[in-house]
């Protein structure tokens, strides 16, 4: 039985690259989902390519959007019997830390930590909080940039 992980943020960064890993030397299923549909689908090729037996499906879903999260995994329940693994790379917090770079921590405004926590881990919650959505996790990785 080949092993299913979703990886969110995956059309770059350490997304990318997890997903690209996962599919290609681990042959997992990757529900790989980020917004950039362009990306995904040349990760897609880039693993098929590869000849391996793993594969990406690409999935465009914006983290910040709680219905989208919320259908996606509803949508991924129906399909699959387990998720072997979370990745959570999705990220939203360098846009709000940018303007603040070379500041000390405490002298920036608590609301660049908003961002952190808001699509980086809040999401994720969504992916495992309620009894009909992702139940059966194995192992759940939250990657904080």
């Known amino acids: 039985m080949k092993k299913i992980a979703i990886v969110t943020g ?7 690259g997890t997903a690209l890993i996962l599919a290609t030397e ?6 790989a989902t980020a917004r950039n549909a362009d ?6 090729e880039e693993v098929n390519s590869s000849r391996c037996e793993g594969e990406i499906i ?10 989208e999260v919320i ?3 509803n949508k991924i329940c129906s399909k699959e019997d387990k998720i072997d693994l979370l990745v959570n790379s999705a990220y939203a917090g360098l846009i709000a830390m940018t ?3 070379g500041k000390p921590f405490w002298e920036r405004p608590i609301s660049v930590y908003d961002k952190h926590m808001d699509v980086g881990v809040r999401l ?3 992916h495992i909080s309620e009894p009909t959505r992702l139940r059966r996790i194995s192992y759940a990785v939250f990657c904080l940039k």
């Open 39 to 44: 990306a995904l689908n040349k990760l897609k």
């Open 58 to 67: 690409p999935c465009i879903l914006d983290q910040n959007n709680d219905d």
């Open 71 to 73: 259908e996606f995994t």
């Open 26 to 31: 681990g042959n997992y299923s990757v529900y």
């Open 10 to 16: 995956a059309s770059r960064g350490l997304g990318r």
């Open 124 to 126: 994720s919650l969504i």
């Open 99 to 101: 303007p603040h770079f």
